[in-house]
């Protein structure tokens, strides 16, 4: 599914949804910084060009002042939930 999809929505996505901090009773705990920059880069790939990714949730790690430092996404922060897009 994660290669063929994309290919049915003409290779781009207008908004891409990530909820990294999400985990279940069951597996460890999700290390969210690094799982954040996975899902990005990840999603990177898959944006069209005038989209967006939203992350949702809150930042318990702080990592939203990091990617507002980044030349190479523009962010916006609104209450819970942050938008990403290409610069």
């Given at each position: 599914?994660?290669?063929?999809?994309?290919?049915?929505?003409?290779?781009?996505?207008?908004?891409?949804?990530v909820?990294?901090?999400?985990?279940?009773?069951?597996?460890?705990p999700?290390?969210?910084?690094?799982?954040?920059?996975a899902?990005?880069?990840?999603?990177?790939?898959?944006l069209?060009?005038?989209?967006?990714?939203?992350?949702?949730?809150?930042?318990?790690?702080?990592f939203?002042?990091?990617?507002?430092?980044s030349?190479?996404?523009?962010v916006?922060?609104?209450?819970?939930?942050?938008?990403?897009?290409?610069?």
């Amino acid at each position: 599914m994660e290669v063929e999809f994309p290919f049915l929505m003409n290779d781009r996505f207008d908004l891409i949804f990530v909820q990294p901090a999400l985990s279940y009773v069951w597996e460890e705990p999700v290390p969210v910084q690094e799982a954040t920059k996975a899902y990005i880069k990840r999603a990177m790939g898959f944006l069209a060009e005038s989209g967006r990714i939203v992350l949702t949730g809150d930042d318990p790690e702080g990592f939203v002042p990091e990617l507002k430092k980044s030349k190479r996404y523009g962010v916006e922060v609104k209450e819970g939930f942050v938008t990403i897009r290409r610069r």
